[in-house]
């Protein structure tokens, strides 16, 4: 995309309105609806999709004025601040920039930053430009390192020579270069403790994987880092997860896409990548029963939910994992391998199951 | 200290009890005790300090034996399986590695993590090693930028090429190495949203500063890495937080320590730490009273709290702020600045109070 296409988008949605105007129309916006009920799994792409309903949002209609205003005024905050000073700003402060009194009136544009962060929402679907077009950031997380080298903002960095801490990745991914990627996969883990432990014994030179954590949800930034591996350099990316039904999730958004995020579902989701434990199955091959920790009514419930979702009811490997653990009541968690040696993971568990391609898919 | 203190240390531990035994003694481990009554603040080095109490645990007392067992297994296993491999585990893991039947028996040596991070707790105040000698790591969080390369595991890392991301700070920070340093002071920020923008903006190679965030709580990690950025490099550190009663308290745990941890008062706290703001008084300078966020029930009491807290009570600036506080009935966030500008935090607020010197102590 050029460079200049997120202004020139921005630009459009005003000179639409400004047409309307002139024409002494009713101003109007259409906005995609971003409404469970217009959500889909499509079989054939294995992605959360967007449906095609559409809403329209008027200028003289008193339900809708306020929110027309927000539209506009968001719109020009995200070209004027944003894109033609090319700076970037995360949700919390464009609620503050929004968040000013309309003139000769005791009424503030915006209150709350959810509707400042709905509206960013409906920009995206309304120009088809993603939050990270526009500049508008949210978390910055994670760590990465292996035999890649980035270019980010001019600097060449070298992720094999950073130490045991590692690359910390931007809340912005898009942006970023990757100049040479010498790697045979990828391993994304959930957690930080892993990462460390991967890195102390070496596992990325060993396997020539490159690592990435998350210290936590998996942002935007590393599901579009992911993504872009997988897509610019044909990587293979493994997922590592506590064997429960949130890793589960943590996996499926990975692969499928997520219900809040439907519209950016092309930008973010990666149907090739794969489950590499922990499983079920690892439980009993591992001998781990001894440190499954007991389902209580909240994973139950959850379980029974995720399991009926479009993307996993037909899925025989996982239906089986989610029937395993309600048979064993109990979940298990990645650190649990330390019980079988600190390095246990990186000299034993890992290569395995990778060597043997025992993936969940 | 010597690379082999560690060992050593928890060797003596283990020689003091063989030889108690030898003497048909009733095993007994001295423990500095680790509670409120025990815990001093100390005017003189403003630091929270334990006291000289001490309790014992004996072997042989029925509500001794299974803790006495535990101080043994894990010290055993920090010897072992941490120390002698040169290797480091998180408590989660340790706790993973105790989770062990004793043989004979339906008895674990631990059940809850609670209970081996208590023993590690314990260990550190009997053998006067902190938990990171012990290789034992907690949170990985954090970025630092800023003119200065580091060494960490051999790698030579400079700081200030490192794009928008920046160097993700270990959980352990103990052992890297500060190679060379070139900044007039460190800032540390809690909100990783904030770094971003100061990085956007090159405010660390403007004003010749080395920028920290936590992206969440300050970890022992952090603190000790600032700690050594002051001690080695005598360098002031500026801590930027919200304009609340947390972010209060994240600086007075930088500054004087924390209750939880006040045996670890020396190695982590930092007596000459400065609190930039943002401050109550910065609400009325930069004519944010719009942006104030109202207080609530538990706002209101823990300002009532901390208020009394002893390395406060006396504090005449800071009990000023506290009072407005409750005046304002409101708190303010860093992010808040966007409302001037999305670069008014970089260009105008960071640079005016750290040149006027505008500190709270």
């Keep these: 995309m050029s460079k200049n296409k997120p202004k020139e988008e921005l630009e459009k949605l005003g000179?639409?309105?400004?047409?309307?105007?002139?024409k002494q129309k009713n101003p109007e916006i259409v906005i995609p609806i971003r409404a469970l009920s217009n959500i889909n799994y499509d079989e054939k792409s294995k992605t959360i999709v967007m449906g095609e309903k559409v809403s329209s949002r008027y200028f003289f209609n008193i339900a809708h004025a306020k929110?027309?205003?927000?539209?506009?005024?968001?719109?020009?905050?995200?070209?004027?601040?944003?894109?033609?000073?090319?700076k970037h700003e995360h949700l919390r402060g464009i609620f503050y920039i929004a968040k000013r009194t309309i003139p000769k009136t005791n009424i503030n544009i915006v209150d709350d930053q959810v509707e400042s962060d709905k509206i960013i929402e409906?920009?995206?679907?309304i120009t088809g430009l993603s939050r990270e077009q526009m500049h508008i950031s949210a978390n910055k997380m994670g760590s990465l390192v292996g035999n890649i080298i980035i270019e980010d903002s001019g600097d060449k960095i070298d992720?094999?020579?950073?130490?045991?801490?590692?690359?910390?990745?931007?809340?912005?991914?898009?942006?970023?270069?990757?100049?040479?990627?010498?790697?045979?996969?990828?391993?994304?883990?959930?957690?930080?403790?892993?990462?460390?432990?991967?890195?102390?014994?070496?596992?990325?030179?060993?396997?020539?994987?490159?690592?990435?954590?998350?210290?936590?949800?998996?942002?935007?930034?590393?599901?579009?880092?992911?993504?872009?591996?997988?897509?610019?350099?044909?990587?293979?990316?493994?997922?590592?997860?506590?064997?429960?039904?949130?890793?589960?999730?943590?996996?499926?958004?990975?692969?499928?896409?997520?219900?809040?995020?439907?519209?950016?579902?092309?930008?973010?989701?990666?149907?090739?990548?794969?489950?590499?434990?922990?499983?079920?199955?690892?439980?009993?091959?591992?001998?781990?029963?001894?440190?499954?920790?007991?389902?209580d009514e909240k994973d139950l419930a959850r379980i029974k939910q995720v399991s009926k979702y479009d993307w996993f009811k037909n899925n025989k490997d996982w239906q089986r994992q989610f029937k395993m653990m309600k048979e064993f009541n109990g979940k298990v968690e990645i650190q649990s391998l330390s019980s079988k040696g600190v390095s246990f993971i990186s000299e034993i568990y890992l290569p395995e199951k990778i060597k043997k391609k025992d993936f969940l898919e």
Tied chains: 1, 2.
């Excluded at 000179?15 to 002139?22: D, H, M, S, V």
């Excluded at 409906?122 to 679907?125: G, H, N, Y």
């Excluded at 992911?226 to 999730?249: F, K, M, T, W």
Aim: charged residues 25%; proline residues 2%.
């Design 122 to 125: 409906d920009l995206e679907v």
């Design 159 to 295: 992720c094999s020579k950073l130490g045991k801490g590692g690359y910390s990745i931007p809340s912005i991914t898009d942006e970023i270069e990757f100049k040479k990627v010498n790697a045979k996969y990828v391993l994304y883990m959930e957690k930080a403790s892993t990462f460390e432990r991967l890195v102390e014994d070496k596992f990325w030179a060993k396997n020539n994987a490159i690592l990435v954590t998350s210290q936590g949800q998996t942002t935007r930034g590393i599901r579009r880092l992911l993504q872009r591996l997988s897509e610019e350099h044909n990587l293979p990316i493994y997922v590592l997860c506590d064997g429960d039904i949130y890793g589960a999730y943590i996996y499926s958004v990975l692969k499928y896409g997520s219900i809040a995020l439907s519209h950016a579902s092309e930008r973010l989701t990666i149907p090739s990548v794969k489950y590499v434990g922990i499983t079920m199955d690892d439980v009993i091959k591992y001998d781990l029963k001894k440190q499954l920790i007991k389902l």
């Design 15 to 22: 000179k639409n309105i400004l047409e309307q105007i002139k």
């Design 67 to 86: 929110k027309f205003l927000q539209t506009l005024e968001i719109a020009s905050i995200i070209k004027k601040e944003l894109l033609e000073t090319n």
